[in-house]
């Protein structure tokens, strides 16, 4: 009798030991045919989370807009659509049907680069654009004049050096949850623990930006390579530079650049302007139809002043030029 107490207490112990696990991660399903199914683990990355528009691609009829929420919900043009992440992959049902199904995906500042099919999108973020120091061209205090993020996830930011003259760094930009992360030549990191919305960029231990260029606003000439320039010399001049938006009946490329002379109430000089930042340049077309003419352009601090003026010359050596204060915004 004990001795079969004993068996059928061993027995049950080992049925026990070999019940399968309690992890569906591990465990594949069966279709009713018996064949195993591999179990999909989903996740949600935040950095998809957002609306995102249309930029370019091989399927020009795909969807001109994607509204990923958090969770798995969304949307799109004409309906809704769920989403999830697998394995590193992107995968979206559509409510009209159609799917995205296992896209390897990247980001690239705000832009979204999908492999299959070959899509990008662009993010409606905030960072997005010029920043320029609260302030900067009378009371300049910070470290950074000046930060510019593109779409496609290069950035540019513009300090002062020793000597009072702009120069710059690249970087290559990401988006993190504290904010933004700078890359410099595929090696160097530095996190600027950030928030923006439309009108100001706050970046901790850097100040605040607001959301505009170094270069609109009207500048009156304070100094050249001869000296200092009063307004009562004959070479005392006043620029001012536009920043062309749109309205509903015309659309304007291109900005405005208009020139006095001393004492003059009408312009000397006067067209369309393109800032060429990578060239360090402007670009104008003479309203009065005359061959177009380089102007280029630099910022320089004074440590003695705390304000930002800005340097037009002919040529880029700069031996000559003409230095302008900052007057007002327009």
Not at 302 to 307: L, R
Request: proline share 3%; aromatic share 18%.
């Amino acid at each position: 009798m004990n001795m079969k107490y004993a068996l059928s207490s061993m027995l049950l112990c080992l049925s026990l030991f070999c019940l399968p696990g309690c992890n569906d991660n591990e465990t594949p399903s069966n279709t009713p045919d018996g064949e195993e199914i591999e179990e999909i683990i989903k996740s949600y990355d935040w950095q998809l989370e957002g609306k995102w528009k249309y930029a370019s691609g091989n399927d020009s009829d795909f969807s001109q807009t994607l509204v990923f929420e958090k969770n798995g919900k969304g949307s799109y043009d004409d309906g809704t659509l769920k989403w999830y992440c697998s394995n590193n992959q992107l995968y979206i049902d559509f409510d009209n049907g159609k799917s995205i199904k296992d896209c390897n995906y990247s980001f690239y500042g705000a832009t979204l680069q999908l492999k299959n099919p070959q899509l990008s999108y662009i993010l409606d973020c905030p960072f997005i654009g010029s920043w320029l120091a609260t302030d900067a061209h009378n009371h300049f205090t910070g470290s950074t004049f000046y930060y510019t993020f593109s779409p496609d996830g290069s950035a540019e930011c513009f300090t002062f050096n020793t000597s009072g003259i702009w120069e710059s760094q690249k970087y290559s930009w990401f988006r993190t949850q504290n904010g933004i992360q700078l890359l410099f030549n595929m090696t160097t990191t530095k996190d600027l623990i950030c928030q923006a919305d439309a009108e100001k960029l706050s970046i901790q231990g850097d100040g605040e930006f607001n959301h505009t260029s170094p270069f609109y606003g009207k500048w009156k000439s304070v100094y050249s390579q001869n000296g200092i320039i009063n307004e009562e010399d004959e070479n005392f001049s006043t620029i001012e530079l536009y920043q062309r938006t749109h309205d509903d009946y015309v659309y304007y490329k291109d900005d405005y650049f208009v020139y006095y002379k001393k004492d003059n109430k009408y312009a000397s000089f006067q067209g369309l302007m393109s800032i060429l930042l990578p060239n360090r340049s402007l670009l104008i077309k003479p309203a009065d139809g005359n061959d177009p003419l380089f102007l280029y352009f630099r910022f320089y601090y004074s440590k003695d002043s705390g304000k930002v003026y800005l340097e037009l010359s002919k040529d880029n050596s700069f031996t000559e030029y003409t230095r302008y204060e900052f007057v007002t915004a327009l």
